[in-house]
């Protein structure tokens, strides 16, 4: 007799699952005795030590002339081409490409000139489209260039030098769909959220990836082990060819609130590495259109949130018997925690009512917004989860010929092959191929800021779906301008940091030393 | 084709997702007429049937149980003889009727997973090569949505959060 067991890709995960006890700081946490290795899962890996060395600082390349060609080359050929415009960058789509002008300073990471050590990270900038006027700003990426044979060094070096915090969200975004797919292009090429967890670990301070579905290809760490992925899990470097992450930081408050996060986020990753409420109590929802997130006589009903940190707390579900959401949804229920301190709150959470510290990281989102129409910086859905194209051509400046170019670009009235993706997603960019259409002539409405014709528009597209909190929505969050004419984006909560890239060290050499 | 049939029923039952997810290696949410148990074994063994990349033409059963391309081109194919539910239905049930009293509230009701057994046999012509069993939990989401008019429908729909082969036996000769 044969059997097998076999972890499917259908969100799926071992019925059978075991516990094991880890450590975050030194301290054991949580989980039953230590089993034998035999007894482990995954025993080898999770029993892999690599040795501590010392931190490196970043190498630091921005502002170092952007537009010199012989660096574009470089990262160009570092990067490898994907997509074919002649008139464009050809390296990076603009859609997945940021505001120069937002990108958020980095005031307080280490960072050095050179380095002759082939483990170093390298911050570079990136130009996919220079400003198109006085007032216009540029779309491009601060890539971070790290080389793909020292994830875990990598990964020291962006915690202990601050390029990555706690709270911090990872969008994987594949360049090698622009041009391929058009509502991959509505969505900017992102397609996942994880979230970054900085923990003191051994000595060393590293960054992991926490994710929903909590399963192994996507935090099965190939050098740490299962819970312990350094971006290295099968998601980051297998199944994706060619994946870039954006980091993108929500906006906090305080220190309290970000203390909080940190606190939040380690339980999550503890109960991540137990298996003890995934999928059994909270599960993978494979379907982006249908969140838990729901509006009752135009209230938010954020009992789904209160129930996940019960089950993170260690407490039974009171409002459901069971949570799904999916990868975006996760990131946003954690972040909408962010006022509770989990030390102090527990007992709130028990006593079965949604505690007053649970609220909306951000409004969720409607399709489209009115920034482009009768809206002003102040309205909570000025801009909508699918703005992001003309958001991004309005930011640079660009005359009305130019931004309709790109909006073509963008969406050429026209699908072409996207291997790799599956039946479902080819099914479901199919159905959508109307709505496609009438979107390009939406955004080329935009251009006309007649706000009448266009909020008559919008009120037609905007579907009869729930509001919601996808991907495409947080990194339409931070491609959003500051303010607009004077006027402070009151909706804006989330800032971009960085684009990692990894690439071959022979490809970095250069750029880490000269 | 059998499979490609069911795979376009499939895309036709999904919701249309506006937004891709991680998804390019999972399943969508399946659309069933119910949250009766007896929809969700056949839509359990739809998935199982159900072709997910073109480019192989191999069923999610088919690729779990590592059949080739070249195999499956030369006429092995996994075939789904049964399926049963397992789960204690009085505590499904129970669940089920909470999610229909959240979605009453407005929410989005959610049951408990559910386990559903399937059997197989892996076939070449008459001949049968192997057998098996696959041990599958789902659970059914109860909500309301807007339909393309705008008024409010209750739609059910099964998401699979695990699919487990269990036994994988070679014929005896």
């Given at each position: 007799?044969?059997?097998?067991?076999?972890?499917?890709g259908?969100?799926?995960?071992?019925v059978?699952?075991?516990?094991?006890a880890?450590?975050?700081?030194?301290t054991?946490?949580?989980g039953p005795?230590?089993?034998?290795?035999?007894?482990?899962?995954?025993?080898?890996?999770?029993?892999?030590?690599?040795?501590?060395?010392?931190?490196?600082?970043?190498v630091?390349?921005?502002?170092?002339?952007?537009?010199?060609?012989?660096?574009?080359?470089?990262?160009?050929?570092?990067?490898?081409?994907?997509?074919?415009?002649?008139?464009?960058?050809?390296t990076v789509?603009?859609?997945?490409?940021?505001?120069?002008?937002?990108?958020?300073?980095?005031?307080?990471?280490?960072?050095?000139?050179?380095?002759?050590?082939?483990?170093?990270?390298?911050l570079?900038d990136?130009?996919?489209?220079?400003?198109q006027?006085?007032n216009?700003?540029?779309?491009g990426?601060?890539?971070?260039?790290?080389?793909?044979?020292?994830?875990?060094?990598?990964?020291?070096?962006?915690?202990?030098?601050?390029?990555?915090?706690?709270?911090?969200?990872?969008?994987?975004?594949?360049?090698?769909?622009?041009?391929?797919?058009?509502?991959?292009?509505?969505?900017?090429?992102?397609?996942?959220?994880?979230?970054?967890?900085?923990v003191?670990?051994?000595?060393?301070?590293?960054?992991?990836?926490?994710?929903?579905?909590?399963?192994?290809?996507?935090?099965?760490?190939?050098?740490?082990g299962?819970?312990?992925?350094?971006?290295?899990?099968?998601?980051?470097?297998?199944?994706n060819?060619?994946?870039m992450?954006?980091?993108?930081?929500?906006?906090?408050?305080?220190?309290?609130?970000?203390q909080?996060?940190?606190?939040?986020?380690?339980?999550?990753?503890?109960k991540a590495?137990?298996?003890?409420?995934?999928?059994s109590?909270l599960?993978?929802?494979?379907?982006?259109?249908?969140?838990?997130?729901?509006?009752?006589?135009?209230?938010?009903?954020?009992?789904?949130?209160?129930?996940?940190?019960?089950?993170l707390?260690?407490?039974s579900?009171?409002?459901?018997?069971?949570?799904?959401?999916?990868?975006?949804?996760?990131?946003?229920?954690?972040?909408?925690?962010?006022?509770?301190?989990?030390?102090?709150?527990?007992?709130?959470?028990?006593?079965?009512?949604?505690?007053?510290?649970?609220?909306?990281?951000f409004?969720?989102?409607?399709?489209?917004?009115?920034?482009?129409?009768s809206g002003?910086?102040?309205?909570?859905?000025?801009?909508g989860?699918?703005?992001?194209?003309?958001?991004?051509?309005?930011?640079?400046?660009?005359?009305?010929?130019?931004?309709?170019?790109?909006?073509?670009f963008?969406?050429?009235?026209?699908?072409?092959?996207?291997?790799?993706?599956?039946?479902g997603?080819k099914?479901v960019?199919?159905?959508?191929?109307?709505?496609?259409?009438?979107t390009?002539?939406?955004?080329k409405?935009?251009?006309t800021?007649?706000?009448?014709?266009i909020?008559?528009?919008?009120?037609?597209?905007n579907?009869?779906?729930?509001?919601n909190?996808?991907?495409?929505?947080?990194?339409?969050h931070?491609?959003?301008?500051?303010?607009?004419?004077?006027?402070?984006?009151a909706?804006?909560?989330?800032d971009?940091?960085?684009?990692?890239?990894?690439?071959?060290?022979?490809?970095?050499?250069?750029?880490?030393?000269? | 084709m059998?499979?490609?049939?069911?795979?376009t029923?499939?895309v036709?039952?999904?919701?249309?997702?506006?937004?891709?997810?991680?998804?390019?290696?999972?399943?969508?949410?399946?659309g069933?007429i119910?949250?009766?148990?007896?929809?969700l074994?056949?839509?359990?063994?739809i998935?199982?049937?159900?072709?997910?990349?073109?480019e192989?033409?191999?069923?999610v059963?088919?690729?779990?149980?590592?059949?080739t391309?070249?195999?499956k081109?030369?006429?092995q194919?996994?075939?789904?003889?049964?399926?049963?539910?397992?789960?204690?239905?009085k505590?499904?049930?129970?669940?089920?009727?909470k999610?229909?009293?959240?979605?009453?509230?407005?929410?989005?009701?959610i049951t408990?997973?559910?386990?559903i057994?399937?059997?197989?046999?892996v076939v070449?012509?008459?001949?049968?090569?192997?057998?098996?069993?696959?041990?599958?939990?789902?659970t059914?989401r109860?909500e309301?949505?807007?339909n393309?008019?705008?008024?409010?429908?209750?739609k059910h729909?099964?998401?699979?959060?695990?699919?487990?082969?269990?036994?994988?036996?070679?014929?005896?000769?």
């Open positions: 007799m044969r059997t097998k067991k076999i972890i499917m259908l969100a799926i995960i071992s059978t699952h075991q516990s094991f880890f450590s975050i700081g030194g054991q946490i949580g005795k230590p089993k034998t290795p035999t007894e482990q899962q995954p025993a080898k890996k999770a029993t892999t030590l690599v040795s501590i060395k010392p931190s490196l600082p970043i630091n390349k921005l502002g170092k002339n952007p537009f010199n060609t012989d660096i574009a080359a470089k990262i160009e050929s570092a990067l490898g081409k994907f997509t074919q415009a002649p008139s464009l960058n050809p789509a603009y859609y997945e490409t940021f505001p120069a002008r937002n990108i958020l300073p980095l005031t307080d990471v280490k960072m050095i000139d050179r380095s002759d050590d082939s483990d170093s990270v390298v570079t990136y130009v996919s489209i220079p400003g006027s006085a216009g700003s540029a779309l990426l601060r890539m971070a260039l790290v080389p793909e044979e020292s994830r875990v060094r990598a990964s020291q070096q962006m915690a202990e030098n601050g390029l990555i915090k706690t709270g911090d969200l990872i969008v994987s975004t594949r360049p090698l769909f622009a041009n391929s797919l058009q509502y991959l292009a509505l969505q900017l090429l992102s397609t996942h959220i994880s979230m970054a967890v900085v003191n670990e051994n000595g060393r301070k590293l960054v992991y990836n926490l994710d929903m579905p909590m399963d192994d290809k996507m935090m099965g760490g190939k050098n740490l299962f819970g312990k992925s350094v971006m290295d899990a099968s998601h980051f470097t297998e199944d060819p060619n994946l992450l954006h980091i993108l930081r929500p906006r906090m408050e305080s220190e309290a609130q970000r909080n996060i940190q606190k939040w986020l380690e339980k999550a990753l503890v590495r137990e298996k003890k409420i995934y999928p109590k599960s993978f929802n494979t379907d982006y259109n249908s969140p838990m997130y729901r509006e009752v006589n135009g209230k938010a009903d954020l009992s789904f949130v209160a129930d996940t940190a019960r089950l707390l260690g407490q579900l009171t409002a459901n018997d069971h949570l799904q959401q999916f990868c975006s949804e996760f990131a946003w229920v954690l972040l909408s925690l962010k006022d509770c301190n989990p030390d102090a709150t527990s007992s709130d959470f028990k006593k079965g009512k949604i505690p007053a510290c649970v609220s909306e990281f409004k969720p989102m409607q399709m489209f917004g009115s920034a482009f129409s002003t910086a102040k309205d909570e859905d000025f801009y989860m699918t703005d992001g194209i003309p958001m991004l051509i309005n930011q640079t400046g660009a005359n009305p010929q130019l931004s309709m170019q790109l909006i073509d963008a969406l050429p009235g026209k699908d072409k092959e996207a291997k790799g993706l599956s039946v997603h099914g960019a199919a159905l959508m191929a109307p709505l496609i259409k009438q390009n002539g939406y955004f409405l935009t251009l800021r007649d706000a009448k014709q909020d008559g528009a919008r009120a037609m597209l579907p009869n779906t729930p509001r909190y996808s991907p495409t929505g947080f990194v339409v931070a491609g959003m301008p500051d303010s607009v004419n004077g006027v402070k984006v909706q804006k909560k989330l971009y940091v960085v684009t990692i890239k990894y690439v071959p060290k022979a490809k970095l050499k250069d750029l880490q030393s000269k | 059998k499979n490609q049939i069911l795979m029923t499939l036709l039952f999904t919701a249309v997702a506006g937004y891709a997810n991680e998804g390019e290696q999972r399943l969508q949410s399946i069933t119910s949250c009766d148990t007896k929809d074994v056949r839509a359990v063994k998935t199982a049937d159900t072709v997910f990349l073109t192989t033409g191999l069923t059963l088919e690729e779990k149980l590592e059949i391309k070249d195999q081109s030369m006429g194919q996994a075939d789904i003889t049964n399926a049963e539910f397992l789960s204690t239905k505590d499904y049930t129970a669940s089920l009727n999610a229909y009293k959240i979605n009453q509230k407005g929410g989005v009701g408990i997973p559910a386990s057994k399937l059997t197989y046999n070449k012509g008459d001949t049968v090569l192997s057998k098996g069993e696959v041990l599958s939990t789902v059914c109860v309301t949505k807007k393309v008019q705008g008024d409010d429908t209750l729909s099964m998401q699979v959060t695990s699919f487990e082969i269990t036994k994988d036996f070679e014929e005896k000769k």
